[in-house]
């Protein structure tokens, strides 16, 4: 059963993380990374289902932006009716600032980028490359996608037109943060833009470290995040309980932008390598392809010295991406960008879906007028 949590802050207290909040004393969010990192100057970029930038928890935060579905909107809406508003959820994961909901990077700024029309329904084709070049082209350092569709080519492969959009924001140093999938325990189905050469994968672990039964076993998943009943508020403001890599690439693409806000001369390669390198080895010993090289753990990646010849797969697998397209020998349909429309993701009765699950249960509970943030598996809306 889904479980909502509706607590009232204290009037004119300072906003503090809600209890559920359990990520902010796993990583010591207040007393140890605040002080070297808010996030600020660094914009991000969430492309999902739009924002509700009118609710308190993001005022200021939410900077216009578009609505590559048809609409005539700025990103500021979230059109999210069906699964309660998972872009304003993601928003708040990374930039809350209270009373209801804290994020972890309360200093950055978000550009919302509108990609998908509701999580039930298919992106619109190429709107997920499209988002990735306009977030690129206005000013965003970060990217995160906890969305996708199923990869058609397998999980080290991505359609043409989505790894040129890649290709482009590496290349204007931008980090892609993209959700590994909630299909682990069924059909491990591959996702993308995360399966593209270049974009961080991210897995999801509980409150122990432990991996999410349901995420994604990938050979892309680089890092784990916090993503079990790791819960946010939606469109209408109200807190709820939820699980999903959606959650852990949220949080992931917050710590990034710590870092580089940190270290605001530094490459988002070099971001990356850190990233992988401070990360706490958990679940099987090694590299594994629920957590990758383990927890993501923010102070260290702020903090730790790192090789310059430490591992980073991400680019080693991009510049080989790289390599290979400059040698190969360009097809009749290989010539000009394309779309591939991504086939329904068929997990428990659905179509491809948010990859955010609520206590197991695909519900939406309209009370009174008041919304309950619920995420549905049916688009793969990678929660």
Not at 201 to 214: C, L, S
Not at 267 to 280: N, W
Not at 292 to 313: C, E, K, Q, S
Request: glycine share 12%; net charge neutral.
């Amino acid at each position: 059963m889904a479980v909502t949590f509706t607590g009232t802050p204290v009037a004119g207290a300072t906003p503090q993380p809600r209890a559920e909040e359990w990520w902010f004393s796993t990583w010591d969010i207040q007393k140890k990374v605040w002080p070297l990192s808010t996030g600020r100057g660094v914009t991000v970029a969430v492309l999902d289902t739009g924002v509700n930038a009118r609710l308190a928890d993001l005022a200021d935060v939410v900077l216009p932006g578009t609505d590559l579905t048809g609409r005539k909107d700025d990103g500021r809406t979230d059109f999210d009716a069906e699964g309660g508003g998972h872009g304003t959820g993601m928003t708040a994961l990374i930039a809350g600032q209270g009373p209801t909901m804290m994020g972890i990077a309360p200093g950055v700024r978000i550009l919302p980028v509108t990609v998908y029309r509701d999580n039930a329904n298919y992106a619109l084709e190429d709107t997920q490359a499209k988002g990735i070049r306009y977030a690129v082209d206005h000013g965003a350092k970060v990217i995160s996608m906890s969305t996708g569709d199923v990869s058609p080519r397998g999980p080290l492969h991505c359609d043409y037109y989505t790894q040129d959009a890649v290709d482009y924001a590496i290349k204007h140093d931008v980090v892609l943060v993209s959700a590994a999938g909630n299909d682990g325990d069924t059909t491990n189905a591959t996702a993308s833009p995360t399966s593209c050469p270049g974009v961080v994968g991210v897995g999801a672990v509980d409150y122990q470290a432990r991996p999410w039964v349901k995420t994604a076993r990938q050979p892309y998943v680089v890092v784990a995040a916090p993503g079990v009943d790791t819960g946010s508020i939606g469109r209408a403001g109200v807190f709820s309980n939820a699980s999903g890599t959606s959650g852990s690439t949220a949080l992931t693409a917050g710590a990034v932008a710590l870092v580089r806000a940190k270290f605001p001369k530094m490459s988002g390669r070099e971001v990356v390598q850190r990233i992988i390198a401070s990360a706490l080895d958990t679940g099987p010993p090694g590299v594994d392809l629920q957590t990758g090289y383990g927890l993501l753990r923010p102070y260290h990646a702020l903090t730790d010295r790192v090789p310059a010849n430490a591992p980073n797969p991400v680019y080693e697998r991009w510049d080989k991406e790289q390599q290979s397209s400059a040698t190969a020998t360009p097809s009749p349909t290989s010539s000009a960008p394309h779309s591939v429309v991504a086939k329904p993701h068929r997990g428990s009765g659905g179509s491809s879906s948010i990859l955010y699950a609520v206590g197991g249960i695909a519900v939406l509970s309209l009370v009174a007028g008041i919304g309950v943030f619920v995420f549905r598996r049916r688009r793969q809306f990678l929660s």
